[in-house]
């Protein structure tokens, strides 16, 4: 994983100074919440529902496991046990109190993180596959580039007050980890006549709006992946609006000049910058790809144990991935069990995690887009201890790309804009399924929840989507069908009128009544029937009192 240079430090050390000198006025009255507003957010702390919330870059989803244990001490410390992976694979720590803050970010700092990028109308954290590196059908890793892109992006001048935040994931392979359609950018490593470079997408975006990227250049060669961006990020500063919220994200702008204009605009400002000097040279791509290369592991090839464990083959058969080395296995640890919100992990659970990273994965763990955690190099002779340890701490559930296996904002047992509570939802859904032979039955499923319109719990993409409502007072749930993050990305279509809270479980069995009736073949997944048989026949079971 990439170290910090002494620059890097440097700045980072450089603004936890500057921040605290912040909270000190703040405190002592010298600013008022709205000046000292932009300054937080541009240090990952928002203002919640009941407590300031701050939130912590993990670049493109790597963790070291001396990380992962100075997140634990921090959530002990200064917060209450625990902390929440995101939908970016940042962590966010929910109840600290403002005048740690500041101490906080120079814990952080010791161990090479900040909070950085993670709210404000700037370059938000790159996030990328949570597997690169791993999996044999990769064209190349995406991590060098996300962190080549990070580094161009962070503090860039003309790039921190954007019309409004602004996202970029990257993928490596043709199956899409990354969710990269609905990013404002979203960049595919490809090969083309023996050269790689990439395909570049545009204008995808959730919230009030939802719309899948479209493609902007088929194939951009390596050297020009910073000007190019550069050229894109520019359009939007130039042309993007700053007079309404609502109406400011650049998917908005190439909805309203539409793509071919969009990226005339994108050209003109691409030569302009031909003699900028982001041209990127073969010697700095191989540096930061030194970064990234795979820990010695050893050659062979050892079969993971055939251990007669029902429960410990259900877990290996949903939850192990084969590694491209093949004596390695990848672990998949779900985050997502009927005992705490999905991306939830206790302390106790990051310090342990971070000992069986030691042992058995090179210390290296990786955050995904869905709220989970990878292991990314276990001996498949070792996966079973693995399992046994994970299982002692609760982080062993079998359920990775199954229905219980949901994406789910805070909604509004944490934040300020929701309208409905989610976590609550997320949670009946994994009691109501939590049968192993249920789940797979159903097949691969994926259920995203958000509390309100702003779609922090992806909803628009899920194959089920659920966005809470407020009705008079009552939280009410709106239900969408078809949503893909995925390489097939779509956005959900809406069945009809809401479900209250009681009648939500019965709506979400009526569905898959619907979807097991009319599969052709067994494994035929719930996205295929969708898109074979229309949303009809579901609304008719969905709004039938029968």
Known sequence: MYKYSEIDKKIVANRVKQFKNQVDRRLSGKLTEDEFKPLRLMNGLYLQLHAYMLRVAIPYGELSSKQLRQLAFIADKYDRGYGHFTTRQNIQFNWPKLPDVPEILEELSKVEMHAIQTSGNCIRNISADHLAGLTIEEIEDPRPWCEI???????????????????????GCSEDRAAILVHDIGLRLIKDKGDIGFEVFVG?????????????????????????????????????????IYKARIKILLNELGIEKFKEFVEENFKRF??????LDKSTIKNIFKFFKLPSLKPGLEKVPEIKNSLFLEWKNQNVLPHKHPNYSIILVSLK????????????????????ADKYSFGEIRVTHEQNLVLPHVENSRVYEI????????????????????????????????????????????????????????????????????ACGHHHVGNIGILGLDRKGKEFYQITLGGSAKENASIGQIVGPSFSEKDLMGAIEKIIKVYKKNKIYEKEDFLSVFKRIGIKKFKEKLYDNN
């Open 149 to 171: 892109i990070r580094k161009w992006s962070t503090f860039h001048p003309e790039f921190s007050f954007l019309p409004r935040k602004f996202k970029i994931a990257v993928t």
């Open 387 to 454: 399992w046994n340890e994970l299982l002692n701490i609760n982080l062993a559930t079998p359920n990775i790309g199954l229905i219980t296996d949901t994406i789910c904002c805070p909604g509004m047992d944490y934040c300020a804009l929701a309208t409905a509570r989610s976590i609550p939802i997320s949670q009946k859904i994994t009691d109501h399924f939590k049968n192993y032979s249920h789940q797979k039955e159903i097949g691969d499923l994926k259920i995203k929840i958000s509390g309100c319109i702003n």
């Open 337 to 356: 069990s009927n005992e705490k919100p999905p991306g939830d992990a206790s302390s106790i659970q990051m310090r342990k995690l971070a000992d069986i």
């Open 274 to 279: 031909s003699n900028k000097k982001l041209i």
């Open 204 to 244: 995808g975006g959730q919230g009030r709006s939802p719309y899948i990227a479209k493609k902007i250049k088929n194939f951009l060669p390596k050297k020009d992946l910073l000007n190019y961006l550069e050229a894109i990020l520019t359009t939007y500063n130039q042309l993007g609006r700053r007079d309404n």
